[in-house]
């Protein structure tokens, strides 16, 4: 089975840390996508990866960046946390090409921004 | 302009009854796929099902079906037989290629299913 682990549930921060969001994947998989979940907003795509050191903007990119060093590995860092920052934010990683394969998604990050 | 377009943000069902929550899409491309995902509370993203837009059959998967009409831009899902653990969210999303062999998806909003004993 396709594993996509996030390196934390529950994260509180403080406005104006630095803040690291860490996703794994065990499968080998090309692509890479960040997420942040709002009620009544669904899924927005933050960044996404199509391989090693290789990165694009989303649709909310504004605030973030990405760093992809190792092809298992996507991170998303809020250089400067901020409370419109809080939210749910979601990892998931896919083969490139096959146009039918989902998207396997991590278990979230809820970040609440103090 | 919004892609994907679900217009319930809630729906209510009795368990073992049908029911059909809505999408819409907004495309161009002649090539593109529609995916259904439902986000119990526990949060985790569970795919349920795919329709390709060559494809000629509408999609199933156990108690899930995708009514798909392509000229109304629609890809309804039919959950038939509801069971009190179909409440949960449910998206839809459409698959957009970006460069190549890489996909991206775009999301609706979202409706919420609750499904009463």
């Known amino acids: 089975d396709v594993k996509v682990t996030q390196s934390s549930r529950y994260l509180v921060k403080r406005t104006g840390e630095k803040v690291f969001l860490e996703c794994v994947q065990d499968?080998?998989?090309?692509?890479m996508f960040w997420y942040r979940q709002d009620p009544g907003l669904g899924l927005r795509l933050i960044y996404f990866?199509?391989?090693?050191?290789?990165?694009e903007k989303g649709d909310i990119p504004e605030g973030y960046s990405v760093s992809r060093e190792k092809k298992e590995r996507f991170s998303l860092i809020l250089e400067s946390a901020s409370t419109n920052q809080t939210s749910m934010y979601l990892c998931?990683?896919?083969?490139?090409?096959?146009?039918?394969?989902?998207?396997?998604f991590g278990p979230g990050t809820r970040l609440t921004v103090l | 302009a919004q892609k994907i377009t679900q217009t319930q943000p809630g729906m209510f069902v009795q368990e073992k009854e049908a029911v059909t929550l809505d999408c819409t899409y907004d495309t161009s491309d002649q090539s593109y796929g529609l995916f259904w995902y439902k986000q119990p509370s526990s949060g985790e993203m569970i795919f349920l099902i795919y329709?390709?837009?060559?494809?000629?059959q509408n999609a199933t998967e156990g108690r899930y079906s995708l009514n798909f009409q392509k000229a109304r831009k629609s890809a309804n899902l039919v959950i038939s037989a509801s069971q009190l653990g179909d409440s949960a969210m449910y998206f839809c999303?459409?698959?957009?290629?970006?460069?190549?062999?890489?996909?991206?998806?775009?999301f609706g909003k979202g409706t919420l299913l609750t499904v009463n004993p």
């Open positions: 990866s199509y391989d090693v050191k290789m990165k």
């Open positions: 998931a990683s896919r083969p490139i090409g096959l146009a039918g394969v989902t998207q396997y």
């Open positions: 329709q390709g837009s060559y494809d000629e």
């Open positions: 999303a459409m698959r957009e290629t970006s460069g190549g062999s890489n996909y991206k998806l775009t």
């Open positions: 499968m080998d998989h090309e692509n």
